[in-house]
């Protein structure tokens, strides 16, 4: 709470031009990524470095062991880069749900300031300011799979599912179908990956997010007993929090963010496989510097991709104009030569 009275009170409580950029940060492989995450945004937006937290979950019942970031070097060089770390509580989720992070974090960040959230696998390719978010219309990342719910032989299908859903939180169904495509194809129904979600108010958004997945998770609809909610419950969760506040598909232009400002790179291997060459390029950049590579020559998918060169080999193996069109197909070859690591 002291961390986000301060952060508030650094800006005289005043509505901010550019928004508050949020990761979660806790150890083991998310503390690497942001360091990755934190260079690139850093190089992309050199004057925003005030408004760069990472929210970091404190220890408490629902974690094993302490999910702090314990690298002492590590930790200073975030901050030295000019990530301000947040600590937040985990009530609901902790270590058996660690997806819920995001969904708790929320409370960390300064009330009624806009904020824009990523997860820490991401790179940051060009300045935010190119983005013209508007934040009374939020949004998530349309780039995904089919990969929740799953459909059984002989049902329920995706208008029972999804509908139950709409009904539960009192919302309208109908408004949020894209019916450019057919009844039950999963496309025609709202469904986000988590990878990036903005809007006005972190703590309007983060309450809402926090009762919706809660109430699926506890009591999921009649429609939803077969389904499973691990790992998926964040974007089960996630478009009906967009719709209900006003958001939906496409309320930036396509191809900014997990485009050409942004890229959700998710595992390295998949980096090198189908991301731009201007992914790499910056990736290959913010991790030159000998006090970053020092840090993630710690972390084996760091070491071996980008120093010991084998996500070139990786990058080799495919045509970016002709990618196999399932994510799973592109994993399973990169499996093959034992080259998938995360």
């Given at each position: 709470m002291a961390s986000r009275q301060a952060a508030a009170g650094a800006r005289g409580g005043t509505a901010p031009q550019i928004p508050n950029v949020l990761a979660v940060v806790q150890a083991g492989r998310l503390q690497f990524e942001a360091l990755v995450f934190v260079a690139s945004f850093l190089?992309?937006?050199?004057?925003?470095?005030?408004?760069?937290?990472?929210?970091?979950?404190?220890?408490?019942?629902?974690?094993?062991?302490?999910?702090?970031?314990?690298?002492?070097?590590?930790?200073?060089?975030?901050?030295?880069?000019?990530?301000?770390?947040?600590?937040?509580?985990?009530?609901?989720?902790?270590?058996?749900?660690?997806?819920?992070?995001?969904?708790?974090?929320?409370?960390?960040?300064?009330?009624?300031?806009p904020f824009v959230f990523f997860d820490t696998d991401t790179l940051h390719l060009d300045s935010l300011s190119r983005v013209p978010f508007d934040f009374d219309r939020p949004t998530a990342s349309i780039r995904r799979e089919a990969t929740w719910p799953t459909i059984e032989l002989y049902g329920p299908g995706y208008n029972a599912i999804w509908g139950s859903l709409y009904a539960r939180f009192g919302l309208d169904f109908e408004s949020s179908l894209d019916t450019a495509w057919p009844d039950e194809y999963w496309q025609r129904y709202?469904?986000?990956?988590?990878?990036?979600?903005?809007?006005?108010?972190?703590?309007?958004?983060?309450?809402r997010f926090l009762e919706y997945a809660l109430s699926i998770r506890d009591d999921p609809p009649e429609e939803l007993v077969c389904q499973t909610f691990d790992p998926w419950l964040d974007q089960v969760a996630l478009p009906l929090v967009i719709h209900g506040l006003g958001g939906g598909r496409n309320?930036?232009?396509?191809?900014?963010?997990?485009?050409?400002?942004?890229?959700?790179?998710?595992?390295?291997?998949?980096?090198?496989?189908?991301?731009?060459?201007?992914?790499?390029?910056?990736?290959?950049?913010?991790?030159?510097?000998?006090?970053?590579?020092?840090?993630?020559?710690d972390y084996e998918p760091f070491k071996r991709m980008v120093y010991q060169g084998k996500g070139k080999r990786v990058r080799a193996m495919f045509d970016r104009e002709h990618l196999p069109r399932r994510e799973a197909m592109i994993r399973n070859r990169i499996r093959k030569e034992g080259l998938w690591l995360r």
């Amino acid at each position: 709470m002291a961390s986000r009275q301060a952060a508030a009170g650094a800006r005289g409580g005043t509505a901010p031009q550019i928004p508050n950029v949020l990761a979660v940060v806790q150890a083991g492989r998310l503390q690497f990524e942001a360091l990755v995450f934190v260079a690139s945004f850093l190089r992309a937006n050199p004057d925003h470095a005030g408004r760069l937290f990472l929210a970091e979950p404190q220890p408490g019942p629902l974690w094993p062991s302490d999910p702090r970031v314990r690298n002492a070097a590590l930790r200073a060089e975030l901050e030295e880069m000019g990530a301000t770390f947040l600590p937040f509580e985990s009530r609901h989720f902790g270590a058996a749900y660690p997806n819920g992070n995001k969904i708790e974090a929320l409370a960390a960040l300064p009330e009624g300031e806009p904020f824009v959230f990523f997860d820490t696998d991401t790179l940051h390719l060009d300045s935010l300011s190119r983005v013209p978010f508007d934040f009374d219309r939020p949004t998530a990342s349309i780039r995904r799979e089919a990969t929740w719910p799953t459909i059984e032989l002989y049902g329920p299908g995706y208008n029972a599912i999804w509908g139950s859903l709409y009904a539960r939180f009192g919302l309208d169904f109908e408004s949020s179908l894209d019916t450019a495509w057919p009844d039950e194809y999963w496309q025609r129904y709202l469904y986000f990956n988590a990878g990036f979600f903005f809007y006005r108010c972190p703590k309007i958004f983060g309450e809402r997010f926090l009762e919706y997945a809660l109430s699926i998770r506890d009591d999921p609809p009649e429609e939803l007993v077969c389904q499973t909610f691990d790992p998926w419950l964040d974007q089960v969760a996630l478009p009906l929090v967009i719709h209900g506040l006003g958001g939906g598909r496409n309320t930036l232009p396509e191809g900014l963010l997990d485009g050409e400002v942004t890229c959700h790179w998710r595992a390295l291997p998949l980096l090198y496989a189908r991301e731009s060459d201007a992914a790499v390029a910056v990736l290959e950049e913010v991790t030159a510097p000998n006090r970053i590579k020092k840090l993630l020559k710690d972390y084996e998918p760091f070491k071996r991709m980008v120093y010991q060169g084998k996500g070139k080999r990786v990058r080799a193996m495919f045509d970016r104009e002709h990618l196999p069109r399932r994510e799973a197909m592109i994993r399973n070859r990169i499996r093959k030569e034992g080259l998938w690591l995360r």
